[in-house]
């Protein structure tokens, strides 16, 4: 049979990857099926057929090395957070994950405890005080901890042009499991809009809007990496972020504390904000 139509051809090409490694074959022939049946169930257009190649063409035309318009379209199609779900299910004394974003960057500057990470601007001072633990509760010494937030103006640093990093950095909690460290205090914002994924939203009357957040990656030998972000309580955006991460263990006490000495001993001048989290690593699989 060389003519394929609309009751033939999908079978035809689950056929086709037979001889395809066994799970490739069970992600290709599960793609095939679901595509072939979204395309029956809507009655795709060739002219809608056109606009979705064109749309994804122009998506991979936006990646860049300071952007990554993919996942951000995974993120706003909540397929981030499903394949988080499927794939860290978190342990009784575990903390949550949620999506890692696109502006997670590999080569993040190492910092003491206690550095300071913003780029001085004039905003509130944050203090973050973090305990890296097991399940247990036993403090893990030696975590790599990796920070990153937006500025007070919701940018990150590799969205502004010529300017360095700022707003992230790299720690290694001490004997006790801590790390501590000042930034400002984070803003809620707006993903990138100016692009393909920014016309998928106006078209389909959805906001833009990330609540307030800090990221953390967290890794330590023998336990699973964690990706989270403890989010900014009272956000306005906490019930309608555009990337589906937030999760209500996930939401932090950002408290208001006065001027004066200030938990790690700075004198400060002006009112600050504590964000004291503590973060439950669970064992790496066997």
Known sequence: MREWDESTVTEEVVRRFEAAPPRLRQVMTALTRHLHAFAREVTLTEAEWMAAIEFLTRTGQACSDTRQEFILLSDTLGLSTLVDALNHRAAPGATRSTVLGPFFVQAA????????????????????????????????????????????EGFYDVQRDGGGLSHRARFTSDAEGRIRF?????????????????????????????????????????????????????????????????????????????????????????????????????????
């Open 182 to 286: 000042w930034t400002d205090m984070p803003v809620s914002y707006p993903v990138p809009d100016d692009g393909p994924v920014g016309d998928m939203l106006k078209a389909t009357a959805r906001h833009p809007w990330r609540p307030a957040h800090v990221h953390f990656m967290i890794a330590a030998p023998g336990h699973e990496r964690l990706v989270t972000h403890i989010f900014v309580a009272g956000d306005p955006y906490l019930d309608s972020d555009v990337v589906f991460a937030v999760k209500d263990a996930l939401i932090g006490d950002f408290a208001a504390m006065p001027a004066g000495v200030a938990r790690d001993g700075r004198a400060m001048d002006r009112p600050y904000r504590l964000l004291d989290y503590t973060f439950g690593l669970q064992p790496a699989a066997r």
């Open 109 to 152: 500057p190492a910092a003491e405890n206690g550095a300071r990470i913003d780029a001085g601007r004039d905003a509130q001072p944050l203090l973050v005080e973090a305990a890296i633990q097991d399940t247990a509760g036993r403090p893990i010494a030696g975590a790599t901890v990796d920070v990153w937030h937006a500025d007070s």
